[in-house]
């Protein structure tokens, strides 16, 4: 049972707009910033958000995201089957560990 | 360009012990964070443990605090992870990641070693 949660799964085709929640804590998400990953089918995680809405560079702004009181939101716009894979959010705990979402598995149609 | 490969990775039996090892390159080793990640078969990301640049603080997942040591180089520029009293619930891929002193937590991964505890 991961401490934020992620629904497990989510899909879309080609094109359109997909939006992957995460659910925390005051502990976490709620006092903390929220990171996003993405992880591509057999490769490893990929920084793909941090500080709740920053984008390294190179990666596309079709990517967004955002942070509202112990949520956060990723949301991939134009959609694109190489966008196909796991997405992870991911928040410092209070606790003085690291947590992560269960995962969001990201289905291209 | 940031590397991080990580070995060490292999088939233990329950209570068994194994040592795996990162290597950096890249970036100025000494100057970040350092992180263990594992994920199991199937299974999300979980977050096992973190050591401050000189090594000072170190934290580590309830999961695996007093069996797992982490501890790092900063001359030779690797990360370790000691792990001992393995059992089946830390069969995983391991990843090591770099975080920034004010930069972005986990923001290069290694590629990963897989650790299986079976008899």
């Known amino acids: 049972q991961s401490v934020l949660t992620q629904p497990p799964s989510a899909s879309g085709t080609p094109g359109q707009r997909v939006t992957i929640s995460c659910s925390g804590g005051?502990?976490?998400?709620?006092?903390?910033?929220v990171n996003w990953y993405q992880q591509l089918p057999g490769a490893a995680p990929k920084l793909l958000i941090y500080?709740?809405?920053q984008r390294p560079s190179g990666v596309p702004d079709r990517f967004s995201a955002s942070k509202s009181g112990t949520s956060a939101s990723l949301a991939i716009s134009g959609l694109q089957s190489e966008d196909e894979g796991d997405y992870y959010c991911?928040?410092?705990?209070?606790?003085?560990?690291?947590?992560f979402g269960g995962g969001t598995k990201l289905t291209v149609l | 360009q940031v590397h991080l490969v990580e070995s060490g990775g292999g088939v233990v039996k329950p209570g068994g012990s194994l040592r795996l090892s990162c290597a950096a390159s890249?970036?100025?080793?000494?100057?970040?964070?350092m992180s263990w990640i594992r994920q199991a078969p199937g299974e999300g990301l979980e977050w096992v443990s973190w050591?401050?640049?000189?090594?000072?603080?170190?934290l580590y997942a309830d999961s695996v605090k007093g069996r797992f040591t982490i501890s790092r180089d900063n001359a030779k520029s690797s990360l370790y992870l000691q792990m001992d009293s393995l059992s089946a619930e830390d069969t995983a891929i391991y990843y090591c990641?770099?975080?920034?002193?004010?930069?972005?937590?986990?923001?290069?991964w290694g590629q990963g070693t897989p650790v299986t505890v079976s008899s």
């Open positions: 005051s502990s976490n998400i709620g006092s903390h910033a």
């Open positions: 050591i401050s640049t000189s090594s000072s603080t170190i």
């Open positions: 890249g970036f100025t080793f000494s100057n970040y964070y």
């Open positions: 991911a928040a410092w705990d209070e606790a003085l560990n690291w947590v």
């Open positions: 500080v709740n809405h």
């Open positions: 990641a770099r975080s920034g002193l004010s930069g972005p937590d986990f923001d290069y």
